[in-house]
């Protein structure tokens, strides 16, 4: 089996459109054979540096193809798999709402008035 990733091993990297496969040399096969020795799943926020930016030029220079859609591919051992989400801008995300209305005020003040 190790042989078999260390000769044909892809690496699967989790996009927002579903996970595509990455065709690495051997270099980088033998480095991603290390890379995911204890673990076959790990986040791209948790790799250092040099293995983000790795990543991160594999994905540009390379041509996903889905599992599906890839000649041959269905038979290529997986060495591992990126969790590979965008960072989320701060301006991206949706306006925090308060977390307890106005209205929600004036009721418990009202009802301890009354008791």
Known sequence: MLID????????VQT?????YVMPSFL????????FRN??????????GRQQRMIDRM???QRFASMAYADGMD???VIGTVEHRPPIAADQLPPRRPA???GSRGLTAEARQRS
Not at 5 to 12: I, N
Not at 16 to 20: E, M, S, V, W, Y
Not at 39 to 48: G, N, Q
């Open 16 to 20: 927002p459109i579903g996970p595509r």
């Open 59 to 61: 994905c540009g220079e």
């Open 75 to 77: 038979e290529a051992p």
């Open 100 to 102: 307890a209305s106005e």
């Open 5 to 12: 990733k260390l000769a044909a091993g892809v690496v699967q």
């Open 28 to 35: 980088q096969r033998v480095y991603l054979l290390w890379m």
């Open 39 to 48: 673990f076959p799943i790990l986040p791209h926020a948790v790799l250092s």
